[in-house]
């Protein structure tokens, strides 16, 4: 899944060693908010601290990020995980470009109120027939 917006938090990274492996481990939690007509939010994680780095997430980049979403349970209750797997940086175009470009209809100005079906007199439905289909 993806999802596009502007990073507006980037919480403190969080480490320990596995119990299961002894090993080391790094994680850190980003919000991203989309530029919808109702804007939503979404916290997703990026594990280990090698991705971190390639990452490079800072607060304010408009990014689009890949996630897997996945859920456990813990003690009776379940818990989403948003893990991103890539992410790229969008390019920037300027925020009142954005908002005209958002505003702009793909669709021409309607017309006079004039019918497609042109009345024609020639096949006996001019006026003052009660009958108005073109056929």
Not at 26 to 47: G, L
Not at 109 to 135: M, R, V
Request: aromatic share 10%; proline share 7%; net charge negative.
């Amino acid at each position: 899944m993806e999802i596009t917006g502007k990073i507006i938090a980037v919480l403190p990274a969080n480490s320990g060693v596995s119990a299961r492996t002894g090993n080391p481990w790094k994680s850190q939690e980003f919000v991203i908010e989309t530029h919808d007509q109702y804007p939503r939010k979404c916290c997703f994680r990026v594990f280990g601290e090698e991705k971190i780095k390639q990452f490079n997430i800072q607060s304010g980049e408009e990014l689009t990020v890949s996630f897997d979403i996945d859920a456990h349970e813990y003690n009776g209750r379940w818990f989403n995980n948003i893990s991103a797997w890539a992410v790229n940086r969008v390019a920037q175009q300027p925020v009142a470009q954005a908002a005209q470009a958002a505003q702009e209809t793909p669709f021409p100005p309607a017309q006079d109120n004039a019918s497609p079906f042109a009345s024609d007199s020639a096949d006996g439905a001019g006026e003052g027939s009660a009958d108005d289909l073109p056929f």
